[in-house]
């Protein structure tokens, strides 16, 4: 009796031991598991997408072309460029300009996109005599100034290229997508075309009496405005029309006399900035503008960044010596003003910061108007690009990159110099 006992004890051990094995995940169960997880994540990332283009649909700032140039990224991340500086293959090229956080380079037959590494992300040819370039977004508007063709490009790809019938004086690009030209008029002086980001013309109005010399549109497309340059008993004279696309007509018009208005830009919803040698406004809605007094000084640069938040390089008494800089709110408020004993070449702002390139230095600003980096540069510098953490130099051979905060000791020196 005492060994069946016994035997049962051990065979119910076994099968003890045999139920716990059986516990144990199979290889079968294991790819199941992992099969389930890969399509749960693959229903987020679906799921992302969908709402990115939900809000797309709604609001215009995100495009297929900036959630395909950020998938474009993601693949192309691991592959590197040579680093900065990075030197141009023959002559400087006719124009750098900021796309996001990169930099579109626009030579005399193509353009191209460089990254933080240097690396090329698109390569795009082109047969435009006089070549200019605005970027807002992610993308670029392209324009032959003089000619009559235009493309839209992100930093990965030729997006369209459009052929108009009238010779192209300027042109915009909006948030949504939206291009706003100002082309030669048949009948009148100039008219304004306004294309939605399907290509298809949601406005079109002719200018009389003037010639249209810089456009914007609104960041929802539904708003354009211009200004213009006429002459009346031999002086010449400036205007901003503002235009509702739902209205035929302007539905508002400020008169600047001879200060010649040079470019207006949408910033904050409907708010404009209207800037030129003699004139900075900060057009508030159709019927409200605040002037900033520039009696005793001369506007030299103006540069507003995605956030909407503008810095103006001011010449004091029109000296080339002694420069004022200042930085605004997307309501127009100054947020700061402070003084740079230099010539002063350019001015970027992003993230906050504040880039200045003068004649042989680089002088960093958060938003409060402290110098918080610097650098030494060449004397040929032509324009400065800064992602907040990153600054760009460009100069006739090369573009090169500097840290936008700290400085050496020796130039420590030199700042203290200059400020003094």
């Keep these: 009796m005492k060994e069946k006992k016994n035997k049962k004890r051990v065979s119910q051990k076994g099968n003890t031991k045999a139920a716990k094995k059986s516990k144990k995940p199979t290889v079968r169960a294991v790819n199941q598991d992992l099969l389930t997880k890969l399509?749960?994540?693959i229903l987020v990332v679906m799921v992302i997408l969908i709402l990115l283009f939900v809000a797309a649909d709604r609001f215009g700032n995100i495009t297929f072309s900036s959630v395909s140039d950020y998938f474009s990224g993601l693949?192309?991340?691991?592959?590197?460029?040579?680093?900065?500086?990075?030197?141009?293959?023959?002559?400087?090229?006719?124009?750098?300009?900021?796309?996001?956080?990169d930099l579109l380079v626009i030579d005399d037959d193509k353009t191209y996109v460089?990254?933080?590494?240097?690396?090329?992300?698109?390569?795009?040819?082109?047969?435009?005599?006089?070549?200019?370039?605005?970027?807002?977004?992610?993308?670029?508007?392209l324009f032959d100034v003089g000619g009559t063709s235009y493309s839209v490009i992100s930093r990965t790809k030729l997006l369209y290229e459009n052929t108009l019938n009238s010779k192209i004086i300027t042109a915009s690009l909006g948030k949504d997508g939206s291009v706003a030209l100002g082309v030669r008029g048949e009948s009148a002086m100039s008219r304004l075309l306004v294309y939605n980001r399907n290509q298809k013309v949601v406005y079109d109005w002719s200018c009389a009496k003037e010639n249209i010399i810089s456009t914007a549109v609104s960041d929802n497309g539904k708003y354009a405005a211009i200004s213009v340059i006429g002459a009346q008993n031999g002086e010449l004279y400036s205007k901003v029309?503002?235009?509702?696309?739902?209205?035929?007509e302007p539905?508002?018009?400020y008169d600047y006399g001879e200060r010649i208005v040079s470019k207006v830009k949408f910033v904050n919803g409907k708010r404009i900035i209207a800037s030129g040698e003699k004139v900075l406004s900060f057009i508030k809605n159709e019927?409200?503008?605040?002037?900033?007094?520039?009696?005793?000084?001369?506007?030299?640069?103006?540069?507003?960044?995605?956030?909407?938040?503008?810095?103006?390089?001011?010449s004091k008494y029109g000296s080339s010596s002694v420069k004022i800089l200042r930085g605004y709110s997307k309501s127009g408020k100054e947020l700061f003003s402070t003084?740079?004993?230099?010539?002063?070449?350019?001015?970027?702002c992003a993230e906050g910061y504040i880039s200045v390139l003068t004649d042989r230095q680089l002088l960093s600003f958060n938003k409060r108007g402290k110098q918080v980096g610097s650098a030494e540069v060449s004397g040929d510098g032509i324009s400065c690009y800064t992602n907040g953490s990153s600054t760009y130099v460009l100069t006739t051979g090369a573009i090169n990159k500097y840290r936008t905060f700290g400085k050496t000791e020796k130039e420590t020196t030199t700042v203290l110099a200059e400020n003094n």
């Design 241 to 248: 029309l503002v235009f509702d696309f739902e209205y035929s």
């Design 114 to 141: 460089l990254d933080s590494t240097a690396k090329k992300m698109s390569e795009n040819k082109h047969t435009y005599s006089v070549p200019v370039a605005e970027s807002v977004n992610g993308r670029a508007v």
């Design 251 to 253: 539905i508002a018009e």
């Design 75 to 101: 693949v192309s991340g691991a592959k590197k460029g040579e680093g900065y500086p990075y030197y141009f293959e023959s002559m400087t090229p006719d124009n750098v300009i900021k796309i996001n956080s």
């Design 39 to 41: 399509i749960k994540v």
């Design 339 to 348: 003084e740079i004993n230099s010539n002063v070449r350019d001015v970027s």
């Design 287 to 314: 019927k409200d503008k605040e002037d900033i007094d520039l009696s005793l000084n001369t506007l030299s640069c103006i540069y507003t960044d995605s956030s909407n938040m503008t810095v103006a390089v001011f």
